[in-house]
């Protein structure tokens, strides 16, 4: 970004001192090995771009993360490919736009009991497995109820969690009152705050099979509602239908304390990773990855990003995003180039030498992580019910629901998208909006929505 409005400079220079340039790390002998990496993926769940303390928030204590983007690198132009959860997981695990799964909105616990990501659909998880690792998932699925859905059945040897949008942190009853803590495809209720038990799992399975390369998936709940930190007590409680409608955000009550607490036990569980795979002697041969699932709700904070989650403004999908693999990754480095969820996907699977990935959306990004080159230019979507945006260089295109006439901001002047432009440049948006189309047709062709 060359130029920024005014109200924005304070913000974005923030993010550039977050954190302190480290020298570069000098390869060690262990990552000068042919040793496969090990890949660990922490997702946060409804995480916002001003959520944490290396993207500029002062009030929420993040050590942890933000010593990882100090060893490592932090994106400032990351995205989700979904405005909310199920999009995004899908584009994650399978390197495909949502939209090609039919996965382009929330699996809800009312509505779709018996739908979820196809089998047909082929997951990292599955290709890594080919390649020799062992796969596991712990906390948040929502990519399927029925337990022929279930991770385990989608490439995971083996998996710790909850299938829903969300559940009580402390009973993990979801929002119909039902259990929905599950051991594989069986459910096996633990005695716990979600976070805790999410990271206890992780680390055992790291501990479990540290002599084998592996993918561990952790797919943490914070801080998504209902907000409860690990004093409060359960609002849900299984069987009691009968009538009650649980509340789907928790007690209200000190509900900003909560979500700090919330994040600062997620930044907890983040440090206690890291320091597993110092106690294991994996730190060097292990890529971490963390990062958001889509923006944050009026709860949390964006920034100065405008919108919230569900909104194809940047605020609902520019995420915070860091990654670290020591001795390999320059440390302290921050990334300006557009990143989406998606790309993960090949990034790993090439680093663990696959070559063969079939049709998928996302991009190799190893070149930029490991020699910081430049990205190639591409058009990029963003859709969500009747919403949708593309970006394509400099612009992007807004259709929101709050205004039916398309709008266009300058993205390298204009990030916090205040000042439409789309009256100066009718051609611009009609090429953008005839890209949209196209993309449209070839993405949906032949799938079933799930909406």
Known sequence: MNELHSTGILFYIALILGVAQDSYCQLSSQSLNNKKPNFIIILADDLGYGDIGCYGNSKILTPNLNLMAKRGVRF??????????????????TGKYPQRTGITGVITAKKHRDVGLALSEITIAEDLKKA????????????GYSPKYNPVHQGFDEFIGYVSGNVDYQSHVDQEGNADWWKADKLENETGYSTDLILRNANDFIIKHQKSPFLLYIAHEAPHSPYQNRSSKADRYEGAKNGIDFPTNGSEKDAASKYKDMIEILDESVGKTI?????????????VIFCSDNGATQK???GVLKGFKGSVWE???RVPAIIQWPGRIK???????????MDIFPTLLELA????????????????????????YRTIFWQHEDKYAVRKGKWKLVVSELNTKPELYDMMTDFEEKNNVADSYP?????????????VSKVNKGVKIIS
Request: hydrophobic residues 35%; charged residues 20%.
């Open 427 to 439: 051609n611009i948006i009609n090429d953008l909006q005839a890209e949209y189309e196209k993309w």
């Open 331 to 341: 440390s302290g480095w921050i990334s300006h180039e557009t990143v989406l969820t």
């Open 275 to 287: 320091e597993t795979l110092k106690r294991l002697g994996l730190y060097e041969n292990t890529i």
């Open 315 to 317: 605020g609902g999908h």
């Open 132 to 143: 020799g690792y062992v796969t596991g998932m712990f906390g948040k699925w929502h990519l």
């Open 353 to 376: 030498g696959v070559t063969e990935l079939g049709e998928i959306d996302g991009k190799s990004i190893n070149e930029h992580l490991l020699h910081q080159k430049s990205l190639a």
């Open 76 to 93: 400032l132009d990351f995205h989700s490919n979904g405005a909310v959860c199920s999009p995004t997981r899908s584009a994650l695990l």
């Open 300 to 302: 949390g904070s964006n």
